[in-house]
């Protein structure tokens, strides 16, 4: 299953040759997913940092890198970069950061990233293998913007686990999300799903199946799955359930016997950050689960975040998938 989806992905990835920026192009993660993405011909890569450090750092790690299929962005001596800056301070003075803060704000590649993005320049950004999600996404969130006002970004991943690939969400953004977030995130991972070739059949979890347990908590989902089917009666939803009654069939027989979905979801929408966050570590680590992500919903361009611990293959996948998102839109 893990081959089978993944491969196709890149397969399709390798077709669209768009083009994905790695701001973090120092790590020696980085340099080695950079050598397999351009063996394999999967997307055009650009790295951001001092052309002669990076190339140094490859070769001491034994990289065997086609350079003149690599794209190296300096911000320091980039020609792009004072369009970028004088962009960057029209974006962003109504917000009160001013030229000299601008000239200080593209120097981060993270925000130089992102300008490059904004300016189609390039079409994706990977990043945060060396910080944290928070600074990783922050320039999108300032320069990209959603794609609606109030629209909420928030955070998937693809879990593959023996035959069976499942949508855990939110398990990067939203702390404690509200029935109005709820419905962005559902709808949202439903939509990605589609885009990847899956048809969705969406599990809104918590402690409780189908009205066994009262509580304010329980509460917040019923309204959003209420706000959802008005919203998108074409989608297969239901909820609130516990995690067994979405996802083994026996145990929803007993415990939601007219449900939709009857231990077959395949999109898992948690009432929370912590318990999407533990349940996909835990997955991934006792389960040895495959996850790939996290991919941000919500944004106007893909910009997809990674893990800290991530290895240079995670790195692939993910650059796979982005440059597949760009193409497929």
């Keep these: ?17 768009e083009r994905i920026v ?4 120092t790590d020696e993660r980085v340099l080695k997913a950079t050598e397999e993405i351009v063996k394999k011909d999967i997307c055009q890569i ?27 962005e300096d911000p320091k001596i980039s020609k792009l970069t004072k369009t970028y800056t004088e962009t960057l ?29 904004y300016m189609d320049d390039v079409d994706g950004m990977v990043s945060g293998a060396t910080c944290s999600t928070a600074q990783a996404i922050r320039p999108a969130l300032e320069i990209i913007k959603t794609k609606e006002k109030f629209h909420k970004v928030s955070g998937i991943f693809f879990m593959v686990i023996g035959k069976k690939l ?14 109005s977030t709820l419905v962005d995130i559902a709808i949202d991972t439903a939509e990605t799903a589609k885009r990847f070739g899956i ?28 706000i959802i089917r008005k919203k998108r ?32 979801a395949n999109v898992l929408i948690f009432p ?34 990674l893990s800290r611990g991530c290895n240079y293959k995670d790195i692939v996948d993910v650059v796979s998938f982005t440059a597949y998102e760009c193409c497929v839109g």
């Design 89 to 117: 301070y029209e974006l962003r003075k109504n917000k009160g950061v001013t030229m000299k803060d601008a000239k200080k704000m593209i120097q981060d590649i993270h925000y130089f990233g992102t300008m490059m993005v």
């Design 199 to 226: 048809k969705p059949k969406v599990a809104m979890l918590s402690f409780s199946t189908k009205g066994s347990a009262k509580d304010p908590e329980l509460d917040k989902i019923r309204k959003a799955i209420a």
């Design 233 to 264: 009666p074409d989608l297969i939803i239901d909820g609130e359930m516990q995690v067994d009654a979405a996802l083994v069939p026996q145990v929803a027989r007993i415990k939601c016997p007219d449900s939709s979905i009857q231990g077959d």
């Design 46 to 72: 650009t790295l951001i940092g001092l052309s002669q450090t990076i190339k140094t750092k490859a070769k001491n790690i034994g990289l065997e890198i086609d350079w003149k299929k690599v794209r190296i």
């Design 166 to 179: 499942l949508l855990f969400a939110d398990a990067a953004i939203t702390v404690n999300p509200n029935a």
């Design 1 to 17: 299953m893990v081959n089978s989806f993944v491969s196709r992905i890149t397969k399709k990835a390798h077709y669209c040759h």
């Design 272 to 305: 929370n950050l912590a318990a999407a966050n533990i349940a996909y570590k835990l997955v991934e680590r006792l389960a040895k689960a495959h996850s790939i992500g996290p991919f941000l919903q919500g944004l106007k361009k893909p910009v997809n975040d």
């Design 22 to 25: 790695l701001p973090e192009g």
